[in-house]
């Protein structure tokens, strides 16, 4: 087996996945990459490369030079700043997959994993218990380009044999990083606004739920379907991946159980809209069935990781 490549190491999940691994697999195992010119990760052991995912050739000589086998493609534009950047998220979150999967089909990879998102769904995509298989019909560049990807994916795999998988998140709350232009961040930004201020003004209106997950069981997730046994995978685009549903109102209530003073207010922007188009609820059967999954973190359990991680990392 040759070492793992984790693209889009500095961001929210690159940053825990590379320490997840290199507790997995020895820090010597993974090779972690970003486009900024030093890893942005305190007390990092693993190896760091400064790599643009769209700059194919460098990106094919650390593959060789590193005796690379497994790459993570976390490298992407997310939902809120895609829409003010449109070619560039595009180019980044497809062009980016397709270097991968070249490289793939042409044996230099063994495995990929790429992530997709909630937002391939749209305004017409059932909002409850929203089945693996249904309409996809995305209304902004991210989910696009998510769902162009799952079916690059499939086709991949169909047709060349590459052994892609994916996995749809939700939004993924995590207190070692900052937001990083999702429409889910608000759930994010509540806690430091809870602990540094008393008050926090919601881009996303009070009654608009949202599937989430927290970033230990997300990154769970992502590990487990990595090793599961490529014949237990009935899905080949990506599967669907919950854990918990809340709407600003309903976490900001449980945070008021620790700091009773919180006062939050509602200013919905474009980002609302976007929520709007998403699911509530979503059904992840297929993956409890083919490889297990199972979340551990309920709210209450998340909003005392998440108040204790902020106060006791200095991440505030």
Known sequence: ????????????????????????????????????SVLNVKNSVVEYVTLDILDKEKLFKIIKEHNISE????AAML??????????????????????LDLAKEKHIEKIFWPSSIAVFGPTSPKLNTPQSTLLDPTTVYGISKMS????????????GVDVRSLRYPGILSYKTPPGGGTTDYAIEIFHAAINHGFYDSFIAKEVKLPMVYIEDA?????EIMQADRNNL?????YNLAAISFN??????????????????????????????????????????????????D?????????????NSGFN
């Open 1 to 36: 087996m040759g070492k793992k490549l984790v693209i889009g190491s500095s961001g929210q999940i690159g940053v825990e996945l590379t320490e997840q691994l290199a507790k997995d697999f020895g820090a010597n195992q993974i090779i972690a990459a970003d486009i900024k």
């Open 71 to 74: 790459v993570y493609l976390l």
């Open 79 to 100: 939902s809120a700043i895609a829409e003010k950047n449109i070619q560039l998220a595009w180019d980044l979150n497809i062009k980016g997959l397709f270097n991968i």
């Open 149 to 160: 990807g799952e079916r690059w994916c499939e086709y991949y795999f169909l047709k060349f």
């Open 219 to 223: 990154i769970r997730a992502t590990t």
């Open 234 to 238: 009935s899905i080949n685009s990506s």
């Open 248 to 297: 600003p109102e309903e976490i900001a209530n449980e945070i008021k159980l620790i700091f009773p003073e919180f006062k939050i207010s509602y200013s919905p922007d474009f980002r609302n809209n976007i929520a709007l188009s998403w699911p509530s609820i979503i059904d992840d059967s297929f993956a409890r069935k083919d490889w297990g999954w199972k979340h551990d973190f």
């Open 299 to 311: 709210l209450k359990k998340i909003i005392l990781e998440m108040v204790n991680g902020i106060k």
